[in-house]
């Protein structure tokens, strides 16, 4: 009877303890010294370019299963090819009507040469009455070659632009955090840290998330600790272009006039606050990026495209999203944006190597 | 032989039927001219002696349904009768297949035309005091057209309950159990079990504890709780009801009843 009362939807503390997992069979999970190459990934939970309602043009929901397992494959396949010792994946669902209740996280440990996980969810509930969503848990994983611990849930600050009873089923984001004991270098112990911050805000909540990771990497850069991190700052890099109104626009809408019911569109607007084009500044300036600064709006560095933006507008990526950055050092000629994965989500991979010898 | 067996049947039926009053889930049948409904209960009409028939009146035009009880011969000291239920659910569920909020099922799919098909045998005896009731039946759901089975609303409740549709099949048992406290006081617990062979999620337990209070013949109120449990396609679950997620928390069940027999 008790259990039958549990939350129809999950909150979470300020700090909660990560869910953790394991790969069916272990897979070269001993460290044997080198580089340590590290992916982020915002996957779009498996449906590739599905035109799903909430983030494209279209008006899908829930893809059916053999296209899961089809896409799931070929982003295992994209992560082997990478062969990543540490994969910082946003948008994960474990058990989400839309993705036909497949535990991602287990799946790809379980067809990847990664052997362990952890996760912590950004929307998990019983039941979103809203656009057929139905049952939802979906959030960031860290997925490692080598064992995680002290693997944390952060909670990071709500939207304060929704009414209640949309706050009430809408997202919670979160960043996550976990050791790797196994890659402690010259005594430094190593941390991953992996953020999926808010996209459609149109308050100063990006600013509050970016507060809270900068806070949460500066933590562990005064400990003495090395960290990797990165993942979908849904932020668009100092001297970018911060308008994709128009080239986001969907035939029925209507952005940039006086009669439009908003004048911007959610998502596709970088100006919502004071600063908010700088956001990434405390960034570059107190880390190194696999992606130099200079170089960052360079075609070849774009890492997002809305996912009917190529059949609308011919666009496959017009702005970058999806970051790494270290306390350490990356082999600079070695990161790399996997634009070949365009076909498996709306973001691209970045992929960098840190280097063994200068930390 | 059939023909002689039906009529044989039905003449027991009239013989021997039983009516009460407040007994919806019980053999017994409505005094005939008397009608019954409450908030969460069809309206029930007590035809004549050898025929009651109910509707859910609010719902009827998005969600049409009639179910009808006939009393049968007794059975072993068992008042019994049996119960043909007809719902068309079609219209409603098209209607939640939306955009936005209350969109419960994904507007991709179109729900096809569907007729839901349910008889049930009623069996009911007074055993010291306590009124049992045991029920059993057969549940058939016809699509006419492609049913995408990704359309489910997997919700508890509702998830077995249209999972006939998908099913095409399934079996309900269950039993009830009625003490009367004082003569306006009385309990009521029950246990139904749906069963779905073969089907994603395949069986649900309902549980419910009623306490109910007999202001008159015309009024009753009733509190309790209501108790599921069951398999579906995301694993097991379980839900006390009602339950009120904003608040996150249960809240008993409010249940008003109203009937009145016509002269």
């Not at chain 1, 340590?36 to 929901?61: E, L, M, Y």
């Not at chain 2, 053999?27 to 009651?52: C, D, H, I, T, V």
Request: aromatic letters at 12%.
């Amino acid at each position: 009877m008790i259990l039958g009362c549990e939350p129809f939807v999950t909150e979470f503390p300020d700090t909660s303890v990560a869910v953790l997992y394991e790969s069916a069979s272990q897979n070269n999970s001993t460290y044997g010294g080198g580089n340590i190459k590290v992916v982020t990934w915002n996957i779009r939970f498996g449906i590739a370019r599905f035109p799903f309602f909430g983030d494209s043009c279209g008006d899908d929901v829930i893809l059916d299963d053999d296209t899961i397992e089809k896409n799931m494959a070929a982003i295992a396949d994209s992560l082997n090819v990478m062969d990543a010792d540490i994969v910082l994946l946003q948008e994960v669902d474990v058990n989400s009507k839309r993705t036909g209740y497949m535990d991602q996280v287990q799946y790809l440990l379980d067809n990847t040469n990664l052997n362990y996980g952890c996760y912590a969810s950004m929307w998990k509930a019983d039941f979103i009455p809203s656009d057929g969503i139905g049952r939802i848990d979906a959030g960031n994983a860290i997925l490692s070659k080598y064992e995680l611990t002290d693997a944390e849930r952060i909670k990071l600050h709500l939207r304060t632009d929704q009414d209640g009873l949309t706050q009430y089923f809408y997202l919670r984001r979160n960043l996550v955090k976990a050791k790797i004991p196994a890659l402690t270098q010259g005594g430094k112990e190593l941390f991953a840290v992996n953020i999926h911050a808010t996209a459609f805000a149109t308050d100063d909540t990006k600013q509050k998330h970016i507060d809270t990771y900068v806070e949460t990497l500066s933590d562990i850069h005064s400990s003495g600790a090395l960290f990797v991190t990165g993942g979908d700052l849904n932020s668009v890099p100092p001297g970018s272009v911060t308008d994709f109104c128009l080239s986001d626009m969907c035939a029925s809408e209507d952005y940039h006039t006086d009669g439009a019911e908003e004048y911007h569109k959610e998502g596709s607007y970088f100006e919502n606050f004071e600063g908010e084009p700088d956001i990434l500044l405390p960034l570059y300036n107190a880390y190194n990026s696999a992606i130099d600064s200079a170089d960052v709006n360079l075609p070849i560095h774009l890492t997002h495209g809305p996912s009917t933006s190529y059949e609308i507008n011919d666009i496959k990526f017009d702005r970058k999203l999806d970051y790494l950055f270290t306390n350490g050092s990356w082999i600079d000629s070695l990161s790399q944006t996997h634009q070949d994965a365009w076909e498996l989500s709306d973001h691209l991979p970045v992929s960098a190597v840190l280097s063994a010898e200068d930390n | 032989m059939m023909k002689r067996i039906i009529s044989y049947l039905l003449l027991a039926g009239f013989l021997f039927s039983e009516t009460r009053n407040w007994d919806s889930h019980s053999a017994y049948l409505l005094p005939q001219k008397r009608w019954e409904m409450g908030l969460f209960q069809p309206f029930r009409y007590g035809y004549s002696e050898n025929l009651e028939y109910s509707v859910y009146p609010l719902w009827f035009f998005v969600l049409p349904n009639i179910s009808i009880k006939k009393p049968q011969n007794d059975l072993a000291g068992f008042t019994t009768a049996t119960q043909y239920k007809i719902v068309y659910p079609t219209p409603f569920l098209n209607m939640i297949a939306k955009s936005g909020i209350m969109g419960i099922i994904s507007p991709e799919f179109q729900l096809p035309p569907m007729l839901g098909l349910s008889a049930t045998w009623l069996m009911s005896k007074n055993m010291s005091g306590l009124d049992l009731t045991l029920n059993s039946g057969l549940d058939l759901g016809i699509a006419f057209g492609d049913l995408d089975t990704r359309s489910t609303v997997d919700l508890p409740l509702v998830y077995h309950r249209l999972g006939v549709y998908y099913n095409k099949w399934g079996i309900h048992v269950g039993a009830d159990v009625q003490k009367y406290m004082t003569e306006k006081i009385g309990i009521l617990a029950d246990v139904d079990l749906r069963l779905l062979p073969g089907f994603k999620g395949n069986y649900s337990l309902e549980h419910k504890l009623l306490i109910s209070w007999h202001k008159s013949e015309n009024f009753r109120i009733m509190t309790g709780y209501k108790f599921v449990m069951g398999e579906y396609p995301y694993g097991s679950d379980m839900r006390l009801l009602p339950y009120i997620p904003m608040a996150e928390t249960w809240v008993p069940i409010i249940e008003l009843q109203w009937g009145k027999s016509r002269k």
